[in-house]
T-cell receptor, first 113, second 109 residues
Framework: DTAVSQTPKYLVTQMGNDKSIKCEQN?????MYWYKQDSKKFLKIMFSYNNKELIINETVPNRFSPKSPDKAHLNLHINSLELGDSAVYFC????????????FGPGTRLTVL | KQEVTQIPAALSVPEGENLVLNCSFTDSAIYNLQWFRQDPGKGLTSLLLIQSSQREQTSGRLNASLDKSSGRSTLYIAASQPGDSATYLC????????FGAGTILRVKS
């Protein structure tokens, strides 16, 4: 029974396209996140949502737009994809901001050609 | 700005050895510190979470300690096994989770 799930697992697309990655958690958590892991394997936070409200935006280009239709879902839409967007994107969730363990999804490997 | 450093960057040990992975952070104003494991091409698996008020946490052969005042955490793995081979990441939570670059562990059989 998957706790945090992401679709798709792999995404290969051309420069300039628009794509979306979906994330769902069935843990009943209030807070969800998007992280980016670059080619050097360094993980960095992109966005955080708490109860559908944006609370962290780490100076990510506005081509990236997170959308949270409800607190169990946090989708990531990327416009005008660039080569530098190629990375693995992880979704995560936690029960409460600050003190709780974060649970990560399996990741989506995005390759922009 | 929080910075998290992990030493060593890579470690190769024979099976059965006890080992210590080190993590340091620059800002001691954290709520917790979390250790993760990442297998190649996979997501992150949470290993241990230490709250700022705690000194250590244990799970099976894993023991993690936290010294907020010195900005350090260690992950101790007892009796290492080939299945422990993975990248180990520590992350400090202040107002967001900040990750170190990881330690790549290889346990040889």
């Amino acid at each position: 029974d998957t706790a945090v799930s992401q679709t798709p697992k792999y995404l290969v697309t051309q420069m300039g396209n628009d794509k979306s990655i979906k994330c769902e958690q069935n843990l009943g958590h209030d807070t969800m996140y998007w992280y980016k892991q670059d080619s050097k394997k360094f993980l960095k936070i992109m966005f955080s949502y708490n109860n559908k409200e944006l609370i962290i935006n780490e100076t990510v280009p506005n081509r990236f737009s997170p959308k949270s239709p409800d607190k169990a879902h946090l989708n990531l839409h990327i416009n005008s994809l660039e080569l530098g967007d190629s990375a693995v994107y992880f979704c995560a969730s936690t029960a409460a901001r600050g003190g709780s363990e974060q649970f990560f999804g399996p990741g989506t490997r995005l390759t922009v050609l | 700005k929080q910075e998290v450093t992990q030493i060593p960057a890579a470690l190769s040990v024979p099976e059965g050895e006890n080992l210590v992975l080190n993590c340091s952070f620059t800002d001691s104003a954290i709520y917790n510190l979390q250790w993760f494991r990442q297998d190649p091409g996979k997501g992150l698996t949470s290993l241990l979470l230490i709250q700022s008020s705690q000194r250590e946490q244990t799970s099976g052969r894993l023991n993690a300690s936290l010294d907020k005042s010195s900005g350090r955490s260690t992950l101790y793995i007892a009796a290492s096994q080939p299945g422990d081979s993975a990248t180990y990441l520590c992350a400090a939570y202040g107002n967001k989770l900040v990750f170190g670059a990881g330690t790549i562990l290889r346990v040889k059989s």
